[in-house]
Each structure stands twice: as structure tokens, then as C-alpha cells.
């Protein structure tokens, strides 16, 4: 079908592998994506503290630099899993704020225009485009949170030497578990709510409130009923309370209350945050309840019954 | 009620066989919710380019969703080029192309990326993609247009860019859901005329599905009439036109009571459309030389006479009124 000869011809030529063409979608929304001088900026403001992060763990093993600095390597924060753990939830911060920034009209503008049918009449199946479509954001995640995450403990394990590594090792797996299934979530919520809302502001509206709100939620039970069973509807301190479990820092008690009777006696009360299996389970459920919706929500055309 | 399979392949016995079914309805029924909405459809389609015609609800976009995987049959299936629906819906989408009617695009795109992107989602490289899209735009007379975004396409681009996104790839079957739908009468010359050079590339086969008997008529060899989920029609427009479908229509002066006896008596077919208005079918043997005859016995004028072939319309009302399979 050259342009000069402006006649109709079929294609004869050799085709992508299957498997690969998910990865089409995120290819040509990135173009849109950075596109916004805004959204670009902030994007490399979110590489600032892992920048902060190599130079930190530079600085503990270069003597010049302490020197210059006129600065002890015992002043300086340890490299340990507290170390990691805080800038794992940082980036994790950083990360919440663009999925809150290109997550919304993900699916929403292509149900808008009726783009669906267009993707799903060619070889092209449901699952590959709601893949294709959260990998916008998992890919764009992935470049902020465990990639350079990683990068930074091969970097510490270098300068520290193999022992180190050896003995952390459980660490790496720590830092990409934490970030992936946090990125996965929010990808994950911001794609359903995407299906559900079809107006960008709304629908980033929706995505904060269905992070803050159930959190509000969560501490009002936690101080009415002084327990810590609020944290299970608190998506927040479920990502904290599996973040905390897989660094192995997680507390189980976290607290206790001293409350005087009329009669004069005094009971304690030993606040225990629920156990770190509930956590997974609860989180393992809004997976599933957002997976149901998106199921329901990416069609060709709803039937009318 | 769904039309007997039997009564179903009699509609489509007298179609010539020489090319391959494009697609073959084995008993394809639909139903939503407790609506029923094709009942149990039967045929083999071989038209170069099948118009899909019928009212309202008819199910002929239903048809179309149905065969391009949309929507699950709830009884029997259907296939296209042997490939069957529910099994093989991948491939059957690796061969085909849709132009749907609604308005349809991905926002914030020019029509070059968007169509660019579409070819890709077809399995094209990349390269290849970008290369056919220009070349699918400049097909459909989009080529200076190329790099505009989409949303400030006016309607009749809209449909020219749906258009140039169904055969960026190149597909063997086009589905194309009422594309002249919204278009001044330039612009559907323009898109009638891109349809029929498709169709005569011999590249692609076409079905095409519209409320408009004209662009039907002037695109598709072969028909295809739905009336409330079942076939009603399904014919070759050309062989319908030719087979003892010849009317003449007769405008009469004086007394017509002997001279239409006398028709009768020939063993034509008849009506009075009118005052003096006569329309009739010639048998085999009768000429046009016999009717004078008879006239200037009966001492009748005949004022006018003019040949009318079955048109499309004709068919479509038959359809409608006589129900299914009747012609």
C-alpha cells in the first residue's frame, strides 16, 4: 500500500510475537506521559533522595570525603535495613504521587472515547490490555522505587565487600518484595478506579480518598476502641506493618494504656498491631476485589440487559 | 421463534459455491439477560462484499460483536475463514478489520500515532506500522490531515480515520458498522467509493452494515437481511435483480377490467397499483409486443411504459412484511 499507488494491499510481512505486545501500550502513553514539562520535572525531583541515598553510603566508605567534611563515619546513619527501609518507604511516597498523576485517566479516557473495541477487535485480549495499561504505571514506578533501590545495595555490597552481601542478602529481597507489591497496589487501585471514573479529577480525587479516608477511619477505631485492629482498614499502615515485617522491624506491640476504673482499679491495655498475616490477607483482598471490577469494567461494549 | 435450520440453507441453496464460506453461522444464537437477540442463525456468507441490512434491533451490530468476540454466543457459534469464534477468537482478530459506528479513538493522539498504534496492537513492527499508517491515511484521504489530534477531526474525518485504522493492517474480512453514518453527501461518496475499491482489490472481504439501502446497494454483491434476530434474506443482489424479477410498470387509459383478465390469462403476475396503474410481472415467452396486442384488442391506451427491476428497497420490504425467507 506505498502512497503513490494508493490502492488497498495486504500485509505480508512479519508480525511482533504475542507475548511482546502488551508492552506496546506503555511505549506510546510514555510519549503523552512526558509530555508534561510538570510531571517531568517532578519525576526527577522524585531521583533526589536516592541520590542522597549513594552519597550517604559513598561517604561511609571514603575516608577523603569524611576528611573534607571533617565528619566520623559513626556520625554518619548506619547502612542497615533501618537505612534501607527508610528510603524504600520515601521513594514509596514519591511513587503514590505519580501514580495519583498519570493513573487516573489511564483507562478512563479510553472509555470515554470508546477506544476499548478498537483494541479488543484485534488480536489483542482483555488480559493484555489491563496488563499493558498497569504496566504504564509499573514500569514508570519501577524506576523510581526498586530498580535504583537495587542498584544502591549492589553499590553498598561493592564498597563493603562480599561478607556483607552475603549476610544481606535478604535485604534485596526485602527492598524489591516491599516496593513491587506496593507499586502493584497502586497500579492496581489507580487502573479501578480509572475503569470507574471517567473524569481525571474526580477520579484523582477518588484515589486519595481511598487512601486517606479508610485511614482516618482506621485511627478512629484504633482510639475508640484503644486496639490496633483500625490499622486492617488503613491501607497505609498495611503497607507499613508488611514493610516493617519484611525489613524485620516489625513490633508487635506498640503500645500500652493505663485506664482507671471508677472503683479504682487499674487496667492495662497492651495495644498489639494485627498479626503481619492478616495484613497480607487484607491486602490480599482489595487485590482481588479490584481485579473483579476491572474484569467487569474492561469490555468492548456493556451489555444491556 | 428462530427459522428452522432447513427453511434457513433454502434462503442460501441457489448461491453459487465456488468461493470458500468467509463466514459460516452454525446456529449462532445471542441472548442478553432474557432477551433474546439472534435466534439460532444458519448460512454461509461468500459475498465479495455482504451488506448487512435489516431494522432497528434487528441484531446487526450484535452480529458483527458477536463474530469479532464480543459478546459469547449463548447456542451454536459461527466461523470465519474456518476459524471458530468462541475458540480461535486471536486469530480470527489477526484477519479482520472493524471500522465500528459510534465515534471511537484514543485521546490526545494525532491520526498518524493513533492509527500507528493500532496497526501495532495488530502485531505490525513498529517500522512497519508507522509506514502503513501513513500510507492507510493517505488511502483514505487523510494525508495532509496526519498529524492533527484527533478531537479536533471534524465527523466525517472521524469516520476516515476509523476507516484508515481497520485496514492498517491489511485484514481479509472488513467489518464495517454503518460507515457513512453523519456524512455530508460528498464525504459519503468519498467513503462509498473507498469501500468499493476494497472490494474490488479482491484483498479484502467486506461487511458492510447499514441502515441505508443505498450505500448497500451501490457497495455489496451480496445481502443479508436480519428482522428480529433471524435471517430473513440472505441473497445475491445481482442474480435477485435478474431472475424473473423483471416488472413493467403500465399507465392505462379507458376501461382496464378485460384487459387485466386477459394478463392473467397470459399467466403473469399483477397488481393494480392504482387508477389506471398496472405493475407486472413477464413470464418466460411473454414479450412486451403481446401486451400492446392485448391492448389495442381490449381497446386500451397504454400511456406509459417502463421497466422497473426489483430494487434493493423492494427486497427489504418483502423481507419485512412477508417475513422470514419470504421473497
Not at chain 1, 503514590?96 to 493513573?103: D, Q, R
Not at chain 1, 534485596?172 to 475503569?195: D, E, K, N, R, Y
Not at chain 1, 485511614?215 to 475508640?224: D, K, L, M, Q, T
Not at chain 1, 503500645?255 to 472503683?263: A, Q, V
Request: net charge positive; glycine share 8%.
Amino acid at each position: 500500500m506505498a502512497v503513490y499507488e494508493q490502492t488497498y494491499k495486504r500485509y505480508a510481512g512479519p508480525l511482533t510475537p504475542e507475548w511482546s505486545r502488551f508492552l506496546i501500550i506503555p511505549r506510546h502513553a510514555y510519549r503523552g506521559v512526558f509530555k508534561s514539562k510538570l510531571f517531568t520535572a517532578f519525576f526527577v525531583l522524585c531521583f533526589v533522595p536516592l541520590l542522597i541515598e549513594a552519597i550517604l553510603i559513598y561517604l561511609h566508605h571514603n575516608v577523603n570525603a569524611l576528611g573534607i567534611m571533617k565528619t566520623q563515619v559513626q556520625e554518619l546513619i548506619p547502612i542497615d535495613a533501618t537505612f534501607f527501609q527508610f528510603f524504600v518507604n520515601l521513594q514509596g511516597a514519591f511513587a503514590f504521587v505519580v501514580a495519583l498523576l498519570v493513573g487516573p485517566p489511564i483507562v478512563s479516557q479510553d472509555l470515554r472515547n470508546n477506544a476499548l473495541p478498537l483494541y479488543l477487535c484485534r488480536p489483542f485480549s482483555r488480559t493484555e490490555y489491563v496488563v499493558g495499561k498497569m504496566s504504564v504505571l509499573l514500569i514508570l514506578l519501577s524506576t523510581i522505587t526498586w530498580i535504583p533501590q537495587l542498584l544502591l545495595f549492589l553499590l553498598q555490597s561493592y564498597l563493603e565487600g562480599f561478607t556483607w552481601f552475603r549476610t544481606n542478602l535478604w535485604l534485596a529481597s526485602a527492598i524489591v518484595i516491599g516496593s513491587v507489591v506496593w507499586i502493584l497496589l497502586l497500579a492496581l487501585i489507580s487502573q479501578t478506579v480509572s475503569a470507574l471514573v471517567k473524569w481525571r479529577v474526580v477520579a484523582s480525587g477518588a484515589i486519595l480518598g481511598l487512601f486517606l479516608i479508610p485511614s482516618v477511619f482506621g485511627e478512629f477505631i484504633n482510639v475508640v476502641f484503644l486496639t490496633r485492629v483500625g490499622n486492617l482498614v488503613s491501607i497505609g499502615a498495611l503497607m507499613k506493618n508488611i514493610s516493617s515485617g519484611l525489613f524485620g522491624t516489625f513490633v508487635q506491640t506498640t503500645g500500652t494504656f493505663r485506664i482507671e476504673s471508677f472503683d479504682g482499679t487499674v487496667r492495662e491495655i497492651i495495644l498489639s498491631e494485627p498479626p503481619l498475616w492478616s495484613s497480607w490477607t487484607v491486602l490480599f483482598g482489595i487485590c482481588v476485589v479490584c481485579l473483579a471490577i476491572l474484569s467487569r469494567k474492561v469490555k468492548a461494549y456493556e451489555v444491556v440487559k | 421463534m428462530a427459522l428452522p435450520a432447513t427453511a434457513q440453507q433454502e434462503l442460501i441453496k441457489d448461491l453459487p459455491l465456488t468461493d470458500p464460506a468467509v463466514i459460516d453461522l452454525l446456529g449462532l444464537s445471542v441472548t442478553f439477560g432474557a432477551r433474546p437477540i439472534l435466534k439460532g442463525l444458519r448460512g454461509d456468507l461468500r459475498g465479495k462484499a455482504i451488506g448487512l441490512l435489516g431494522p432497528n434491533g434487528a441484531g446487526k451490530t450484535t452480529l458483527i460483536h458477536t463474530l469479532l468476540g464480543f459478546y459469547e454466543p449463548s447456542a451454536g457459534t459461527a466461523q470465519i475463514f474456518g476459524h471458530d469464534i468462541v475458540d480461535q477468537a486471536k486469530q480470527i482478530r489477526a484477519l479482520v478489520g472493524y471500522m465500528p459506528e459510534r465515534d471511537a479513538f484514543i485521546a490526545k493522539m494525532s491520526a498518524v500515532h493513533f492509527v500507528r498504534l493500532m496497526g501495532e496492537l495488530s502485531g505490525l513492527p513498529p517500522e512497519a506500522a508507522l509506514e502503513r499508517a501513513h500510507e492507510a491515511l493517505f488511502y483514505v484521504g487523510l494525508g495532509e490531515a496526519r498529524y492533527r489530534k484527533l478531537e479536533t477531526y471534524s465527523l466525517g474525518m472521524k469516520q476516515l480515520a476509523k476507516l484508515a485504522q481497520a485496514i492498517v493492517h491489511g485484514p481479509k474480512l472488513l467489518f464495517l458498522d454503518e460507515p457513512t453514518n453523519g456524512l455530508d453527501p460528498p464525504a459519503r461518496l468519498r467513503m462509498i467509493k473507498l469501500i468499493r475499491e476494497i472490494r474490488d482489490s479482491g484483498e479484502a472481504h467486506i461487511v458492510l452494515s447499514s441502515h441505508l439501502l443505498l450505500d448497500v446497494e451501490e457497495c455489496c454483491d451480496e445481502i443479508l437481511i436480519l428482522r428480529e434476530g433471524q435471517i430473513a434474506v440472505y441473497c445475491n443482489l445481482e442474480e435477485e435483480r435478474k431472475s424473473n424479477r423483471k416488472f413493467l410498470m403500465l399507465e392505462t387509459r379507458g376501461d382496464q377490467t378485460k384487459f387485466v383478465q386477459a394478463i392473467k390469462e397470459l399467466g403473469c403476475e399483477y397488481a393494480i397499483t392504482g387508477d389506471h396503474r398496472l405493475k407486472i410481472v413477464l413470464q418466460g415467452g411473454v414479450e412486451v409486443r403481446d401486451l400492446y396486442q392485448l391492448a389495442a384488442r381490449e381497446r386500451v391506451q397504454l400511456r406509459r411504459l417502463s421497466y422497473k427491476r426489483d430494487s434493493l428497497e423492494d427486497i427489504f420490504l418483502k423481507a419485512m412484511e412477508n417475513g422470514y425467507g419470504g421473497l
